[in-house]
């Protein structure tokens, strides 16, 4: 919500042009005019809190992504597998594995046809 004003070059008030809202006649070809916005009190406040809760927003995606960054270099160096027994592949690390001992019989249970 606001109010629309024109103005010419030395940006004073330019009468009678504006007849309609948003609508002005009588504008000289090769002339420069001003469109003067009066922007609504009540507009004004809400446009700045949703501005302000944008800023917040935005300030806490960054610092979630900072701690996800943070996390994933803590993981570095970690292992992240999981048993590939259950999958039909022999596990290759006990420390991942569900049934170590048995990770063979386990893996032919789920599709592993053995050595070739």
Not at 38 to 56: H, N
Not at 58 to 80: C, I, T, V, Y
């Amino acid at each position: 919500k606001c109010k629309l004003h024109m103005a010419d070059q030395e940006r004073s008030a330019v009468a009678n042009i504006a007849e309609d809202p948003g609508v002005f006649k009588g504008l000289e070809t090769g002339k420069t005019y001003w469109v003067l916005v009066e922007e609504d009190d009540e507009e004004a406040r809400l446009s700045e809190e949703r501005q302000k809760k944008f800023v917040e927003r935005m300030n806490r995606d960054k610092e979630e992504d900072s701690k996800s960054a943070a996390a994933k270099d803590r993981l570095k160096g970690e292992r992240l597998e999981s048993c590939s027994c259950i999958e039909g592949n022999p596990c290759a690390d006990q420390y991942c594995c569900k049934d170590w001992k048995n990770r063979f019989e386990v893996a032919k249970k789920n599709g592993w046809k053995g050595f070739s």
